[in-house]
């Protein structure tokens, strides 16, 4: 019996030695590894402190307000940068590369433009494809906006199949005989829309010098009155007035422009034609109407697009629900 009673304290004296895991649940009466479950996590005893919890969701939902990390314009940083894609400043195009040296490009941008021009994509091979200024205005657009490839794909089949229903309904059984007709006037308005896009987004340029200066200060001119400024571009509210008025006479000479050719092409190919569905205006008709649609309409319709654009894309953490807002409203 005093065998029996030392082996039974030598037991519950060494399993309680074990429960040393800070728990007031157990006090050692079960083998736990590492004490009881007496504490409020209900024996979750994890070291992530429930950071992998299932079924738990981000404060604030889809509807979560983005915040806003300040662009860094420091060169170490910059140089980071360059050294992850494994690139150099000679990699750079001429433009970056000066902007890059005067300290005037963010880590952010030379992110956004590595991981788009400096792999084989598909704005890539565009942009090599285009004549030089083009090319440099699709960089720049793109820098300012990561999205405006996708916006003009997106704006050229969205005008461009429209166009086509439209000229289905009205040409109706006659659509066939005039399919011509239905490719220039679709071609037209598709064409003068990614006008109107472009010549609107916001825009990252550092161009060099011009030899007047009513073209220096319209190279500091914004592309839409919500722009948002950057180093070398201060824009104020004279620049940003002057500027809405600067693109609306520029929209009316392309509007202009594309009208007149229209109407020319029309002309042609309805020449053989006995009788046409749809009457076609005159030349000068035609164009007044383009310019018009253009200077006024779509200039102040996208302008307005682009500064909601801006604030959705400020205002919405999750890029899908800022794209579903952006693209609900341009589609009205």
Known sequence: MARKGLMVKWFCGSHARLATGGGGGDIGKRIGHGG???GDDDGDDDDYFDDFDDG??????????????QELFNKEFVEAVLQEWCKTMSNLPVGLRQAYEMGLV??????????????PTNTRSFSR??????????????????SFPHKMAFEFMATF????????????ERFQEEWGL????????????????GLLAPCRSYGSKSRFDFQNAIEKLPNNIFERSYPLREFTLLKR????????????LVGFVAGSVQAGMSKVLSARKERLSVTIPSVSTNALGYGALLGLYANLRYQLLYGLDLYFFKRFDVLGVAIFFSTTASCR
């Open 106 to 119: 963010s880590s952010a941008q030379m992110v956004r433009y590595l991981s788009i021009f400096a792999r």
């Open 161 to 172: 199949s429209s166009s086509v229903w439209w000229e289905m309904n009205n040409r109706k």
């Open 129 to 146: 494809a285009l004549p030089g200024w083009l090319s440099r205005g699709l960089v720049g657009r793109t820098l300012a906006d990561p």
């Open 36 to 38: 009881g479950d007496g």
């Open 241 to 252: 007035t002057s500027a809405f008025f600067y693109k609306a006479a520029e929209l009316s």
């Open 56 to 69: 738990e969701e981000e404060e604030g939902g889809l509807f979560r307000r983005r915040i806003v990390v």
């Open 182 to 197: 239905v490719v220039l006037d679709a071609l037209t308005a598709s064409c003068c829309n990614l006008m109107v896009l």
